[in-house]
């Protein structure tokens, strides 16, 4: 009896090293560098997909969608304030920060501006084609001829396919919200009076805001165009088949580029442009209104 116990002992301490062995390599077949590998593979993977969702200042879909619009191209359009066809009337006094251009019109119809020997109502340049127009005015047909035709260009780059399919809108946009994008009415489209339509960038400051019109766009008395969260007037563009009509003491912020004629009423204020195109355009109107080049 006694024999059998000591060999069944001696049985036991043979196995026990390989049952130990056995058991290691099943819980860490990497031989203990398995928890480094893991923690590596896990920190590449979620730093990947933090890192992506924290830096994209762009804030939207791929360029193309029309969640995310490039800026439109405005040429030598981009110095002017006020850029028309056939006419450029003032009632006093306005305040004009940039240029003011006329063509193909001559210089003669552009009127309205006080003291025309300096036309101390524009900070910037007025051009026109000839010298029949204010004093103050400098003839450079070549300079207008180029703003005119990049002008156009800007029009149809706003309306382009290639931008992508636009959101829908028409009608009123008073009270609503619009995140950066490209949004088109087939109709007209108007603020009504003392209403508010807001642009919200949602932080990100290179945001574009493309909104078009088939024919009209009106703004009525006392309502305005909000930026919110980082949005630039700079980064706006409005483009309209017809006129705009800025109402009396409104509030515009982007650039406008018609079809036919823009008119801002009493007081009304633009930061931005007011461009107008093609054989159809005619005459850009203002009373006692403030149209500021807005900065990049």
Not at 90 to 114: E, M, R
Not at 155 to 163: C, G, P, S
Request: glycine content about 12%; charged content about 15%; aromatic content about 4%.
């Amino acid at each position: 009896m006694k024999t059998i116990k000591v060999s069944a002992l001696f049985l036991l301490l043979t196995l026990l090293p390989a049952c130990g062995q056995s058991s290691g390599e099943s819980g860490d077949p990497d031989g203990g560098d398995n928890d480094a590998g893991d923690t590596d593979a896990d920190t590449d993977g979620d730093a990947d997909t933090d890192t992506d969702a924290d830096t994209d200042l762009d804030g939207g879909p791929d360029a193309g969608d029309a969640g995310a619009q490039e800026p439109v191209p405005l040429g030598a359009s981009s110095a002017f304030a006020i850029l028309a066809s056939a006419e450029i009337t003032n009632i006093p006094t306005s305040a004009i920060t940039g240029d003011v251009g006329l063509t193909p019109d001559t210089g003669s119809n552009i009127s309205g501006f006080s003291d025309p020997l300096t036309c101390p109502e524009v900070i910037g340049t007025i051009y026109a084609v000839d010298v029949s127009g204010p004093a103050c005015a400098v003839a450079n047909p070549t300079l207008l001829l180029d703003a005119k035709a990049d002008a156009e260009v800007a029009f149809i780059n706003a309306r382009a396919a290639v931008r992508g399919t636009p959101t829908s809108v028409s009608g009123n946009l008073n009270g609503l919200t619009l995140y950066p994008g490209l949004y088109e009415s087939l109709t007209s489209l108007e603020i009504s009076p003392g209403g508010h339509l807001y642009l919200d960038a949602q932080g990100h400051g290179n945001a574009v805001f493309i909104i078009r019109s088939e024919t009209s766009i009106t703004t009525e008395a006392t309502s305005a165009v909000v930026l919110t969260h980082g949005a630039k007037a700079a980064n706006v563009y409005w483009t309209a088949g017809s006129s705009v009509t800025l109402g009396t003491n409104s509030i515009m912020k982007g650039t406008l580029i018609a079809g036919t004629s823009i008119s801002l009423l009493t007081g009304a204020s633009l930061e931005g442009r007011a461009l107008n195109q093609g054989a159809a355009a005619e005459a850009i109107t203002l009373d006692s209104s403030i149209i500021t080049v807005p900065s990049p």
